[in-house]
């Protein structure tokens, strides 16, 4: 209809028919999420040692038409360490967490992302290695931090791209390698994403 007929319509037509096309998308994009999340949980079968930048590397790849487009600000520190996963599915999930990273940031800025090795802040997780992606972006409060990672739920504002399965499915992957995902706020503003995952013991 839109490609044969919106010419057609008037004008009120047309916003309808952009309306109809808009949540046709975004119900697709839902679909794939949600399959990709029941996918997740069945990862584990195809485990190997994974360079960390190599890792970092195909993610920054699939994202440069993004990264160009936003003319964002991609650091990647030296000493990314080497994990023990399913390689597909942990670059959807740190894919899922740098593309996140460029949505956000402070208005009228390029994005600045950081991509570092897990730096534990205790001893709690002596065996668990990982990464951290850092934005720049408007934070994110406190009693949000546990529930950005259930299906469908989001905070942010409605207009910002998304269909609020991405967290999910990175705390899904993360979970089926026996590690963990969650957030924590910058200290100078932004948010620093989490993922982990066995280490040598």
């Known amino acids: 209809m839109s ?7 008037d004008d009120k037509g047309q916003d309808f028919l952009r309306r109809v096309v808009d949540g046709m998308q975004r119900l697709d994009r839902l679909l794939e999420d949600i ?13 190997d040692f994974v360079d960390g930048h ?5 993610v920054i790849k ?3 038409r993004r990264i ?10 030296d000493d990314l360490p080497n994990l023990f996963i ?3 599915w942990v670059r959807q999930a740190v894919f899922n967490l740098v593309a996140n990273a460029l949505k956000f940031h402070a208005e009228g800025e390029a994005p600045q992302v950081e991509i570092a090795a897990y730096e534990p802040a205790d001893d709690s997780e002596p065996n668990q290695v990982g990464l ?6 408007p934070g994110i409060a406190a009693e949000h931090a546990e529930r950005i990672f259930e299906m469908f739920q989001r905070a942010v504002r409605r207009r910002v791209e998304g269909t609020g399965a991405g967290l999910a499915i990175v705390r899904e ?5 026996g590690g963990h995902a969650w957030m924590r706020p910058r200290a100078d503003g932004g948010s620093t994403f989490i993922i982990t995952f066995p280490g040598d013991d």
């Open 3 to 9: 490609e044969r007929y919106s010419e057609q319509l």
């Open 62 to 64: 699939q994202l440069d």
């Open 35 to 47: 399959l990709m999340l029941s996918r997740a949980k069945r990862v584990g079968d195809a485990l």
């Open 173 to 177: 992957v993360a979970k089926r390698h």
């Open 68 to 77: 160009a487009e936003t003319n964002a600000e991609i650091t990647v520190s």
């Open 86 to 88: 399913d390689r597909r």
């Open 132 to 137: 951290e992606i850092r934005d720049r972006g």
């Open 54 to 58: 190599e890792l970092v590397n195909d």
